[in-house]
């Protein structure tokens, strides 16, 4: 079973507006740390945003912010006023201290910023 | 910016060679890890390490082998390259003293191997 779920494999948006990348995660450990990424075409994997499973507020970075919705198991990663630069493809991934520590992530979703 | 090196970053191949993919950190850190990404896909930990004489396999079967005799060096290397293996290569490290939940991955370029 998947255990990080982005259910967008592209989208397309306007730059200057705002958007939401979902992800959904399944586990059963309590303690468990969720991230972002972003990996431009030229490959390099850049971290963006992390949120602890006990962090009582959404993470934000910037114009990152994580929209965490624990009930839900949501971590949906939002980008305020998109730019060009903001193309890429954006992984979800989980960290379950219970699971040796790994990291695993998600399909993806690859964003396309418009001019 | 991360100080996690990978070489080369491109490798074209012949099928049955030997290759080592090199990935060094400055960092110090005590984890790493090797990721295989096929284009557009997911990355999926194929070995990982958590300090010098400590190598496991990860979530991904894999031919390749690994070794960690120095904490900044962390090769892997097929033994007998084929088609099947054209995939792109990342590593990654990071560091345990950040605290477990919140400890983060810096990548390295990767390295795009394509086997003839």
């Known amino acids: 079973a998947q255990k990080i779920t982005q259910t967008q494999p592209g989208m397309f948006v306007q730059e200057k507006e705002a958007v939401t990348l979902d992800c959904t995660y399944d586990t059963s450990d309590p303690s468990y740390g969720l991230f972002w990424y972003k990996q431009p075409s030229s490959g390099e994997m850049i971290f963006l945003i992390y949120q602890g499973s006990y962090d009582q507020q959404n993470a934000t970075e910037g114009r990152y912010s994580l929209n965490f919705q624990k009930a839900r198991k949501s971590a949906n990663l939002v980008i305020s006023a998109s730019q060009l630069g903001d193309s890429a493809m954006y992984f979800c991934?989980?960290?379950?201290?219970?699971?040796?520590?790994?990291?695993?992530f998600g399909k993806g979703t690859r964003l396309h910023i418009l001019p | 910016e991360a100080d996690i090196y990978q070489t080369p970053r491109y490798l074209v191949i012949g099928t049955g060679k030997k290759i080592t993919l090199e990935c060094s950190q400055t960092?110090?850190?005590?984890?790493m890890y090797w990721y295989q990404q096929d284009p557009g896909m997911e990355l999926h930990l194929i070995h990982y390490?958590?300090?010098?004489?400590?190598?496991e396999k990860g979530d991904l079967s894999s031919e390749s082998t690994v070794s960690r005799i120095r904490t900044e060096h962390f090769p892997l290397t097929l033994e007998s390259a084929r088609p099947s293996h054209t995939s792109q290569y990342l590593c990654?490290?990071?560091?345990?003293?950040?605290?477990?939940?919140?400890?983060?991955?810096?990548f390295g370029s990767g390295t795009q191997l394509s086997v003839l």
């Open positions: 960092m110090g850190h005590d984890k």
């Open positions: 990654a490290s990071s560091d345990s003293s950040d605290g477990a939940l919140g400890e983060k991955l810096f």
């Open positions: 991934a989980m960290r379950e201290v219970n699971r040796d520590d790994k990291i695993i």
């Open positions: 390490s958590y300090g010098v004489n400590s190598t």
